[in-house]
C-alpha cells in the first residue's frame, strides 16, 4: 500500500484550479496579525470542524463564546475549547510529529481517555455522522504505524522544500487527506486533520495562514464527504488517482 503525499497530480490541479490563490491570499495578508482577529478566525475553525463530527453548538455561538465572552452549558463548549487550546499551542509551535501528538491530546482532553490521547491505533471503521453508515474502513494497526511514520518523513521533508504558493495549497491538501485515510488515532482524526492542514499552511506561509476559511468543509459537507469518498473506502485499496477534487477544496476556501 502506498500512500506518499505525491506531486504528480500537481499539473491537473492547476488544470482545474479556477481561482488565483495569489490574489486571494493576499487579501488574508492585508488583515492584521491580533489577538482579537486570531480569536475571530479559530473560534470559526474550531466549531466549524467540530460541526462536521456531530457537536451541537452552532459556530456563530461559539464564535460570540470566545469573542465576546457569552456563556454557554460546560457541556456544549468544552470540546470546542479543547481544540481552540489546540489551536493556540501549534500558533506557538513549530509543526513536528512530537507537537502534533501534544496538539492532539490537547484537542480530545474531554474526547479521550488519557491513555488513548496523542497514541496511534489501527482497526477501526469510521461511521457517516449522518446516516450511521459505514463510510471508511482503516487499516490494521501495524500498517498504521508503518504509514504513520512514513508519513511524517514526508511532511518534514515538505516543509524544509521551498515551493510556490499553488504548490503549498496543493500540499496541505495532500498531507490533509493522507492523513484522514491513515486515520491514526482511535478518535480525534478529522478535527486534527482539518489543523494540520492549516498548520502546514502557517508554517510554509507564515502567521496570517492561520485565518484561512476552513469552514468551507462544513459549508460544503456532501461534497466533502463525497471526495473523500472517490479515493476509496477501503484503506488497502485506496486510489489517488481521484484526489484532485478534495485537494482543490482548500483553495476554494479562499473565498469564504
Given amino acids: 500500500m502506498s500512500n506518499s503525499i505525491s506531486k504528480i497530480y500537481f499539473q491537473t490541479y492547476l488544470t482545474l484550479l479556477d481561482i488565483d490563490v495569489t490574489a486571494e491570499f493576499a487579501e488574508i495578508k492585508e488583515k492584521e496579525w491580533n489577538a482579537e482577529n486570531f480569536r475571530f478566525f479559530m473560534a470559526v475553525s474550531v466549531m466549524a470542524s467540530l460541526k462536521i463530527e456531530g457537536e451541537q453548538l452552532e459556530v456563530d455561538s461559539y464564535v460570540k463564546h470566545k469573542v465576546l465572552n457569552i456563556e454557554y452549558l460546560p457541556n456544549l463548549i468544552e470540546k470546542p475549547n479543547d481544540l481552540?487550546?489546540?489551536?493556540?499551542?501549534?500558533?506557538?509551535?513549530?509543526?513536528?510529529?512530537?507537537?502534533?501528538?501534544?496538539?492532539?491530546?490537547?484537542?480530545?482532553?474531554?474526547?479521550?481517555?488519557?491513555?488513548?490521547?496523542?497514541?496511534?491505533?489501527?482497526?477501526?471503521?469510521?461511521?457517516?455522522?449522518?446516516?450511521?453508515r459505514i463510510q471508511y474502513q482503516v487499516a490494521n494497526s501495524f500498517v498504521v504505524k508503518h504509514e504513520y511514520e512514513r508519513f511524517w518523513l514526508e511532511v518534514l521533508e515538505?516543509?524544509?522544500?521551498?515551493?510556490?504558493?499553488?504548490?503549498?495549497?496543493?500540499?496541505?491538501?495532500?498531507?490533509?487527506?493522507?492523513?484522514?485515510?491513515?486515520?491514526?488515532?482511535?478518535?480525534?482524526?478529522?478535527?486534527?486533520?482539518?489543523?494540520?492542514?492549516?498548520?502546514?499552511?502557517?508554517?510554509?506561509?507564515?502567521?496570517?495562514?492561520?485565518?484561512?476559511?476552513?469552514?468551507?468543509?462544513?459549508?460544503?459537507?456532501?461534497?466533502?464527504?463525497?471526495?473523500?469518498?472517490?479515493?476509496?473506502?477501503?484503506?488497502e485499496v485506496l486510489n489517488y488517482d481521484k484526489s484532485t477534487p478534495f485537494l482543490l477544496m482548500l483553495p476554494q476556501s479562499l473565498k469564504v
Fill in 84 to 132: 481552540y487550546k489546540a489551536y493556540e499551542f501549534a500558533r506557538d509551535h513549530m509543526l513536528s510529529p512530537e507537537k502534533f501528538l501534544e496538539v492532539h491530546a490537547i484537542a480530545t482532553h474531554h474526547l479521550l481517555p488519557l491513555s488513548q490521547r496523542g497514541s496511534e491505533s489501527g482497526n477501526m471503521v469510521i461511521m457517516e455522522q449522518q446516516t450511521n
Fill in 158 to 235: 515538505l516543509i524544509a522544500t521551498p515551493m510556490s504558493i499553488d504548490d503549498v495549497f496543493y500540499f496541505a491538501a495532500f498531507i490533509h487527506l493522507v492523513f484522514v485515510k491513515i486515520h491514526p488515532f482511535n478518535d480525534g482524526n478529522g478535527r486534527t486533520g482539518w489543523l494540520l492542514e492549516k498548520w502546514f499552511l502557517a508554517e510554509m506561509l507564515r502567521e496570517k495562514a492561520w485565518y484561512e476559511g476552513s469552514e468551507y468543509y462544513y459549508k460544503n459537507l456532501p461534497q466533502n464527504i463525497d471526495n473523500l469518498a472517490k479515493v476509496g473506502l477501503f484503506y
